[in-house]
């Protein structure tokens, strides 16, 4: 096995204005990391001997930059090249969100509307036959987020690399089977993505190839990314393989066409870490200056779930742990959130020859990569396995979201006027609809009873935030803990419009 390490510092987020608070871990969460580096390298090993990866590249992402490298294996069988963090792979569907970028950096160029009907930009499609008469016209939006009425097409996506733009057309005004109505449901669709591939030429004037390398890999300083598998060094590329017959089979390279923008990207470790890196970037949102080719907001946007598509009540993590998630799509990229609310955004990526997945963990400021060179290696698997085990062993937590100075002060009012009530200090803390909806003597009752019992107060706890206008906090008392919830209007200055108290258990 090939690895390097890397180890980084954290310098954290800061807001001004409304956040003021440090929204950032408060660690060195490159050296957390590093306990669980041992551990993640023995899963991938443990992998690539069950399911015979001939070759496989993996990397951690945080704070910007790759902090770990590992490789197992060979990128070429034949020439007997060593798999590492310069072997170019084809990433398959990982490259759909190149595409997502190049629209986003359109529309907020003003050049195009994501709720444009894509006919604006592919006259083919104006004449289609729907499903039904009064089925709406297919948008960009849809296109993005695989609601475009399409059917799921892979495998036979994957063999449509190399066509060009003129079978691809042809293709269109000859017409297409749709399987659902535009806007109604979620499908995978290889064809939506080539036809943004299309709108990004007709908007920018320049082919959606040229388009990406100018405008997203330059500044990303990807420059060993390629689309034409010819022209990459035949040392750093990675050949795809299938197993069969207890055998190694090299699977042909599919050429640069009008699908590659679905599915064709040929990148490497090192390159992809820094798209990684850039997605990580949106995250949290912030005061300061904007670093990369697509606004953080638009970024954010993007890895947002836009389309459902799943509820797994079965699901299970690694060591067994059953924890239910909803999956969802957005711009070119998957979104999920399981039942402890943590979210995940990222792509696999699947063709003849090659197996692939990034994930990202946004509140954390964490990602992981992997490139295998199998056909349709299970990625995705691998990666949930070893993030979930990363995180297990290294301890990294969440980023805390910070306490605003409008919760802050609302927390020392109610403090103040608890648990009397008095009249005299109720001004200028309540929204107008508080006293309607909360009688005054009730409140002195409930709160008299619960102060009773849990005894001298000896102890203001810290407030947890759930955003910036709603959170709680703990009053420690001898006999027992008190807990008081509170949310906050959207006037300015914010004021209390609701409000609970409850007992905790004693002590």
Known sequence: MIKSFSFLMLTGFFFSGNFTAAYGQQVEPGKQLAAGFPAVEKIFGDYARQHHFPGAVFGIVADGKLVYTGSIGMSNLEKKY??????????????????????????????????DPAYLYIPELKSQQYLTTDAPPITIRQLLTHAAGFPEDNPWGDRQLGISDE???????KGISFSTVPGTAYEYSNMGFAMLGYIIKKVSGATYQEYIRKNIWQPLGMNHTYWEYTDVPESRLALGYRWLNNSWIKQPMEHDGAYGVMGGIITTMDDYAKYVAFMLEAWPPRDGMEKGPLKRSSLREMQQPWNFNNLNTNYKYPDGRSCPLV???GYGLRWTKDCTGRVSVGHSGGLPGFGSNWTILPDYGIGIISFINLTYAP????NNRALDTLLKISGVTPRKLPVSPILKQRQQDLVKILPDWKDENLKGIF?????????????RKESGEIFKQAG?????GEMRPEN????????????????????????????????????LNGK
């Open 167 to 173: 079978q691809m057309l042809s293709m269109f005004k």
């Open 327 to 329: 999956s969802a799509y």
């Open 379 to 382: 990625a995705t698997a691998l």
């Open 468 to 503: 910036n206008l709603r959170g709680s906090f703990l009053l420690n008392g001898e006999a027992a803990d008190i807990e008081i919830y509170f949310t906050l209007s959207p006037e300015i200055p914010a004021m209390v419009q609701e409000y609970h108290i409850r007992l």
């Open 82 to 115: 060593p798999a590492n963090g310069q072997s170019a792979f084809r990433i398959a569907s990982m490259s759909k969100s190149f595409a997502s970028v190049a629209i986003l950096q359109l529309r907020d160029q003003g050049r195009l509307k994501l709720d």
């Open 456 to 460: 001298k107060i000896i102890r203001v």
């Open 431 to 443: 929204a107008e609809n508080f006293f309607l909806d909360y009688l005054v003597d009730s409140l």
